[in-house]
């Protein structure tokens, strides 16, 4: 299973190597991450999408916790959540399909954020559902490059 | 006034109560050497740079201060690596200093630069590069605190030439340490102790499972006071021994792959284990899926990540040994287990530790003799191997910081210089390295080390011309194919002594060895006894790799 993994650690050089570090030093899988800075300029949080079993997802944030550069971490997972990814993608336009593609972007909420006379580049902002929506959508259109920042998260409410 | 990084950086070594540095020099070190010129502080000079990181190391084991070493940029500090990796694995407090190059020049592939933050980034506690004078003092504070306190660890500091010759007028050396993501835990949970008390109480087949956490918490008084009070049995981990007196009745030796059919025996039929500062390593538990199958698992350890991550604990206590085990003493009721404590007594008659005499020489006969001799008050370090085990299983440790060997990862070449950091530590204390030819050589230069600073080290060679453990791998699971395991050609080891300007010694026959230990004692010079053991001992009993704990081979039958 997936599990948003959310880490608050000191600003400091280093200390995406160190995270980095530990998870290929242990064969921990990183499916994307994500990092910058928060209110407070000292801290960073990084957002590390990974998998495995419990005993691993455990194994990972004991590990993190042991870092000394780490602050907190928490799987987001297992909490009331909200997760967000912003996904650019290039589509290649063919005469007469303009229009059926910006009808698709417009069905999603997407932005065009750049045209010219064979492509177009949509901005899209959503969880992995949406995300996935779109691509499905518009390949058939033929995607000629899609970028993603990975994902980000936060917990709902007041935690 | 004016005062220089390394200045500051010596000056900080000093106020954490560093007394004495292992090291050597290069380039762009000599402003911290120039400092060390009239320091108070000692420095002793290595041969090689891992001879240093392992004498810090050895310095730290018997001391249970935090060990320190120095090295230049480059080669000498990749020299370090070997015994850094050793110290982490071992989780032994060490503070590391590199030089480095100018900060100007790091990322250039400048002369003698090596990203030494990047090579040792897996086998460090944690690391700083200093890029600013004013930061010298906290980092040193933190550096000391990182790796003293909580699952100890080495920290390395990287110093680049122009941050020791900058200079500033008022260092900051504040009192204390303020690391807002660093507060290890001391004291266990009150629920998680209660449920302890209740499961030890009503226990019948319990067991202590103790490891090196007891030493790196000074915990040995408090677990003998729990075993007084419950009367439980204890077994050890290799890293754990002295942790509790070798010589008790309650004492099983050590258990896992070379360790005691009774202690093999007694966990696997525990219905409680009581594991602290242990860590399930795959060299005690033997196939993991039939380790403890019937027992519930206390495991007590200050590193949350070492429960659970190998046996399931049913109650994980996260904490101090020392705290933990107070906590426990006051509430602890004592069990009923005669009958468990018969059953054991039963399998220590039937499978007593034991050799078969030759007319050669053994090496259990020499390490027993190690023992009589020095009667268990001498600090005992080893190389690893067959020499390693032996040592472990023939002498009896009594007391705690006695017995310094590299556990986790197994590090020949370590116990040398480890003996000359116990000596230098403990002056007026009989050291022994229980070493294998093959070992030896691998920091036999420290030699010149002992010599020069008068460190009447003893080095108990239990010579069997092999890379004796390998060879003993290959008879048994290789069909005796012995590929380059055996050391054909061999430095004659008492001419080699002698040359450093030692002593040394050969002994052939067993009524030579008594005499010859006796002498090496009383030596005031290095001693390196060079045995002469039957070649194709073996260690046994022997859990062979990924076998069950009770499927123990035998040497005797
Ligand atoms: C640095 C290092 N290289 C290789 C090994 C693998 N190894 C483990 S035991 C051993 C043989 C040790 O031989 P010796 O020092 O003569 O001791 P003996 O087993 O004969 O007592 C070897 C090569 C190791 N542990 N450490």
Redesign the interface.
């Known amino acids: 299973m997936n599990h948003t993994i959310s880490v608050l650690v000191e600003n400091r050089l280093g200390v995406l190597a160190r995270v980095s570090g530990l998870f290929s030093g242990r064969g921990y899988n990183i499916d994307s991450l994500c990092v910058g800075e928060t209110d407070d300029p000292m801290i960073s949080r990084m957002t590390i999408v990974t998998h495995g079993d419990n005993k691993i997802i455990e194994q990972i944030e004991k590990q993190l916790n042991k870092l000394i550069d780490v602050i907190k971490v928490m799987d987001v997972t297992k909490e009331d959540h909200v997760e967000r990814e912003l996904v650019l993608i290039k589509v290649g336009v063919d005469e007469g399909q303009r229009g059926k593609i910006l009808e698709i972007v417009e069905i999603f909420r997407g932005k065009v954020i750049d045209v010219s006379p064979k492509t177009i580049t949509v901005e899209i902002t959503g969880d992995e559902g949406k995300i996935n929506g779109i691509t499905e959508m518009l390949k058939p259109f033929g995607v000629k490059e899609l970028v993603r920042t990975g994902k980000v998260a936060v917990v709902r409410g007041e935690k | 006034m004016k005062y220089t990084g390394a200045q500051i950086l010596i000056e900080s070594l000093i106020r954490e109560g560093a007394d004495t540095i292992f090291g050597y020099p290069g380039g762009v070190l000599l402003p911290i050497f120039d400092v060390l010129y009239d320091a108070k502080i000692n420095f002793i000079l290595v041969r090689h740079e891992q001879g240093a990181a392992h004498a810090a190391d050895g310095y730290s084991r018997s001391t249970n201060k935090v060990g320190v070493c120095m090295a230049t940029s480059g080669p000498g500090a990749t020299n370090l690596i070997t015994g850094i990796a050793t110290a982490y694995m071992d989780s032994i407090p060490m503070v590391i200093i590199t030089g480095q190059v100018l900060t100007t020049m790091i990322g250039n592939d400048a002369f003698q630069e090596a990203d030494i933050?990047?090579i040792t980034?897996?086998i460090v506690?944690?690391s700083y590069?200093l890029k600013d004078v004013a930061d010298i003092a906290r980092v040193v504070k933190e550096a000391f605190h990182?790796a003293s306190t909580g699952?100890p660890g080495p920290v390395l500091v990287d110093i680049p030439k122009d941050i020791s010759t900058e200079t500033m007028s008022s260092p900051n050396y504040s009192k204390k340490v303020d690391?807002?993501?660093?507060n290890p835990t001391c004291l266990g949970h009150p629920m998680q102790i209660k449920k302890a008390i209740n499961a030890i109480a009503s226990s019948k087949k319990p067991i202590i499972y103790s490891g090196g956490g007891i030493l790196s918490s000074n915990a040995a008084e408090e677990l003998q006071k729990f075993v007084d009070i419950t009367g439980i049995p204890v077994t050890s981990t290799l890293l754990g021994l002295g942790g509790f007196p070798g010589t008790h009745p309650l004492f099983l030796g050590m258990l896992g792959m070379h360790g005691t059919k009774y202690a093999n025996y007694a966990i696997t039929n525990a219905d409680l284990v009581i594991a602290i500062g242990a860590r399930f390593d795959d060299r005690v538990t033997g196939k993991i899926d039939e380790f403890v199958p019937k027992a519930t698992v206390i495991h007590i350890d200050v590193?949350?990540?070492s429960i659970?991550?190998n046996v399931h604990a049913h109650i994980p206590i996260v904490g101090d040994a020392k705290c933990i085990l107070q906590q426990l003493n006051k509430e602890a009721i004592p069990p009923k287990i005669n009958d468990w404590i018969e059953q054991i007594e039963q399998w220590k008659k039937e499978y007593p530790l034991g050799y078969k005499k030759s007319g050669k020489l053994k090496p259990q006969f020499v390490v027993e003799k190690i023992y009589e001799v020095t009667g268990g008050n001498a600090i005992i370090t080893t190389e690893v191997g067959q020499n390693q085990m032996w040592a472990a299983q023939y002498y009896k440790f009594d007391y705690p910081r006695s017995f310094l060997s590299s556990g986790g990862l197994g590090t020949m070449g370590y116990g040398f210089p480890a003996a000359i950091g116990a000596q230098v530590a403990n002056p007026d204390m009989v050291v022994f390295d229980i070493a294998g030819d093959g070992s030896f050589q691998m920091n036999i230069q420290e030699l010149a080390t002992a010599i020069q600073y008068n460190l009447p080290v003893n080095v108990a060679i239990l010579n069997n011309h092999n890379l004796g453990m390998v060879r003993q791998w290959q008879e048994l699971f290789f069909n005796k194919r012995y590929s380059h395991t055996s050391m054909t050609v061999q430095p004659d080891f008492v001419k080699v002594a002698e040359a450093y300007g030692a002593e040394g010694i050969r002994v052939e026959t067993e009524e030579e060895v008594v005499p010859a230990l006796k002498r090496a004692i009383s030596s005031k010079k290095p001693v390196v006894l060079d045995f002469w053991v039957e070649e194709e001992e073996n260690v046994f009993p022997m859990v062979p790799a990924g076998a069950s704990l009770t499927q123990m081979i035998e040497g005797m039958a």
């Open positions: 933050i990047g980034r897996p506690k944690h590069l990182i699952r690391i807002r993501s660093y590193d949350p990540a659970s991550k």
